[in-house]
Every structure is written in C-alpha cells, then in structure tokens.
C-alpha cells in the first residue's frame, strides 16, 4: 500500500514562523503531484532543523501568477537534524 509522497523543501525561512502559520512557502510543485503528497518536511539552509508534517490538501494555495504551490499541514513538529541534512541538489524541491 502507498503511503504516499514525502516533499522535501529547503528554506531560509524562520521554522518557527512556519510552524505558526502552518504553512510552507511558496514551491514550484507539478500539479500532478498533489494528489499523492501525505508529509511535508522543511529543512532550513544548513539541514539542521527539520519541520515535519502531514499534508493538508484541501488548505494548499496555488497561485495564479506563476503556479507556485504554498503547502499546508497539521500535526507538525520541528527536529534536530543530528548530522545536519547535506542538500545535494540545486533545487529546493525534492520528494521522497
């Protein structure tokens, strides 16, 4: 049984705000992969901290302008990444 997509996002962003908010940030994200993401997990820059949560679909946001995706979730949690995530790609953007 699929338990879904994990979306990996990397941000400069203060986790503590995002946690507030309970939302990510604006991503560039196929719409085509919507309907599989269940976790959302947001790294800041230096893979430290990870903000992790589950999805909230019927709250994302999609932007008219340039189709950006702002993910939203619940039952989050902010974690020490203890070694700190090393974020291999050029974009901010992965899944797993």
């Given at each position: 049984m699929n338990q879904g997509t994990t979306i990996r996002v990397r941000t400069r962003d203060n986790l503590l705000e995002l946690l507030k908010t309970g939302r990510s940030g604006w991503w560039i994200v196929a719409?085509?992969?919507?309907?599989?993401?269940?976790?959302?997990?947001v790294y800041s820059w230096?893979?430290?901290?990870?903000?992790?949560?589950?999805?909230?679909?019927?709250?994302?946001?999609?932007?008219d302008l340039d189709g950006r995706l702002n993910l939203a979730f619940k039952n989050?949690?902010?974690?020490?990444?203890?070694?700190?995530?090393?974020w291999k790609a050029q974009n901010s953007v992965n899944y797993v």
């Open positions: 719409e085509y992969r919507e309907p599989t993401l269940r976790f959302v997990e230096d893979g430290d901290l990870v903000l992790k949560g589950e999805c909230e679909p019927s709250q994302f946001e999609r932007r989050a949690k902010i974690e020490l990444v203890n070694p700190p995530l090393i």
